[in-house]
């Protein structure tokens, strides 16, 4: 074999090598997991791996979109800093294409109930439980309803709801009159 086939079957491996080793860095970088580390709007950033020696500072992810459920039925549950979150990257380049989307429990967010079939929502630290056929609001405050027409087992108790027995004063005046 000639010098000039060998450097060419050498310059063909390097060739394939850096092409192998591309697609394990793109492969390694499909899901990554971290917090979040800063929330601007609908935008987070993630932190992806520990704080580099020399500057201090941990490694980032850009600024991405949290996935929501969008369309017909949409949802908008921000996230805080600290949230546990995956960063989605299709192609395996981090950028553009890349998307947050959140995590499951860990130990530093754990499950908000112990009833593992019970659901639960907790927005902003107040629950909304859902229990077969039952909504149950937990408020240590005040519960504020806005609707155009409020009933109550098919019996009207909105702002311009009427009452029979009516009786002026400090005493109790009948039933809400459907």
């Known amino acids: 074999m000639h010098e000039r086939d ?11 090598y850096k092409h192998i080793d591309d697609q394990d860095r793109r492969l390694s970088n499909v899901i990554l997991q971290g917090p979040v ?7 987070v950033r993630l932190e992806l791996g520990p704080k580099d020696k020399r500057t201090g500072k941990a490694f980032l ?20 800093k600290g949230d546990p979150m995956r960063l989605l990257s299709p192609n395996g380049e981090i950028g553009a294409a890349s998307i947050a989307i959140r995590d499951g429990y860990t130990q530093s967010a754990a499950n908000p109930t112990d009833k593992k079939q019970g659901e ?16 149950v609001l937990e408020a240590t405050g005040k ?11 098919n019996v009207p108790v909105g702002k311009t709801h009427k ?5 002026r004063g ?6 809400p009159i459907p």
Do not use: C, N
Not at 6 to 16: G, L, P, S, T
Not at 37 to 43: C, M, R
Not at 170 to 175: A, C, L, T, V, Y
């Open 6 to 16: 060998a450097q060419a079957i050498a310059r063909e491996f390097r060739k394939v």
């Open 61 to 80: 992810s850009p600024w991405v979109q949290v996935q929501e459920a969008a369309g017909q039925s949409g949802t908008h549950f921000p996230v805080k």
């Open 143 to 153: 519960v504020d309803v806005k609707a155009a027409d409020l009933t109550h087992d």
């Open 37 to 43: 580390a800063e929330v601007k709007g609908d935008l």
């Open 170 to 175: 400090s005493q109790i005046s009948g039933d």
């Open 120 to 135: 639960l929502i907790i927005a902003h630290d107040g629950p909304v439980r859902i229990k077969g056929s039952a909504i």
């Open 163 to 167: 009452h029979d027995k009516v009786i």
